[in-house]
Structures are given as C-alpha cells and as structure tokens.
C-alpha cells in the first residue's frame, strides 16, 4: 500500500476496499469513502464514510491490507467542524487515565502525547491525562514504559495493568 494511492482517492473521490485488522487482530474487509488523512499519535489513519457501518470511521493504515482503489466515485464531503476525537462514538466511552511518569521517560512524553496533556509538577514528575479503551493494546502500550509510568487513576485500570505485569513475572519464575 502506497499513501500515494490513499491521497489519489481522497483527492479523486475514489472508493477505496481493503482488509482491516482491528487491535484485537479481528480481520474484515471494508469499502470506504475515503475523506480524510490524519497524523494522531505517530500513525497515519484514514477517516472516512464505511459503507458497511453507514457511518464517519477512523482506520489505521498500518492495519490495512490489500487496499485497491475503485474506479467508482462519491461526492461525500467531510463536514468543515468534524474533530477526530468527536465522531469516533467508542472513543467517548473511554475512560480517563491519569498517569504518572518519572523524568527517565520525559524525553518520549512530549512526543507521544498532545502538550495540553502532559504535565510536569512539582514534585519532579510528569502527569499525563488521556482517554482510552481498556483494551490489550491500551496495556501493552503502557508496559512499553516500564517502570516509570504508573496509572494513578482508574483504579480498574491500576487492577488489569498489575495483573498482566503478574503474567510477565511469572514467565521468568
């Protein structure tokens, strides 16, 4: 897959097909409108009109696959006010974490995170707020900080993390 071919379609309103892998590796194939390219926290995605869902959905490019561009074409238009965060119904439902991180990973911090959300307090760490799925790739994600991030808030997510650490552990016992 070209990104050349995703801008081709968007500028040309050409529908798009392909293979979609969602973050629990769940494959389905998708036809798209494709209105939109976005740079979110490092990955490319697509926003664009699914024709199967009959809704605005964000895909990440990096779980495209065998993408084509259709000779057929769409008039959609992407509303002038849509925000990536507002149209993606899951993503509301996400709860808030509040995360602490210690200044060893400062450097990574400013560059995965929007600046509204990162905060360097007085006592010498950073906090982050941020919403997400309480999902494998949330947990996965977090572990790729290692000792110097730990969730403050939900206490759920403070659970599910310690337990999957529990897992790690005992691989090496």
């Not at 605005?56 to 084509?68: A, D, E, M, N, Q």
């Not at 949330?138 to 759920?156: A, H, Q």
Request: glycine share 2%; charged share 30%; net charge negative.
């Amino acid at each position: 897959m070209k990104i050349s071919d995703i801008q081709y379609a968007i500028l040309n309103k050409h529908v798009i097909s392909f293979y979609y892998f969602n973050s629990e590796l769940r494959k389905s194939e998708r036809e798209i409108e494709p209105l939109r390219l976005v740079f979110k926290s490092h990955a490319w995605y697509i926003v664009g009109h699914c024709r199967d869902r009959e809704e605005i959905r964000i895909f990440r490019l990096s779980r495209i696959k065998h993408l084509k561009v259709t000779e057929e074409t769409f008039e959609r238009e992407l509303s002038s006010d849509y925000l990536l965060t507002s149209e993606c119904k899951e993503e509301c439902n996400f709860p808030v974490l509040k995360l602490k991180f210690s200044t060893e990973i400062a450097h990574r911090l400013y560059d995965e995170f929007q600046e509204d959300q990162v905060c360097l307090c007085d006592d010498g760490n950073y906090y982050v707020t941020v919403q997400y799925e309480l999902n494998n790739w949330t947990f996965n994600y977090l572990l790729s900080f290692g000792k110097y991030v730990e969730i403050i808030e939900p206490e759920i997510a403070r659970t599910m993390l310690k337990e999957r650490a529990a897992d790690i552990v005992k691989i090496y016992m």
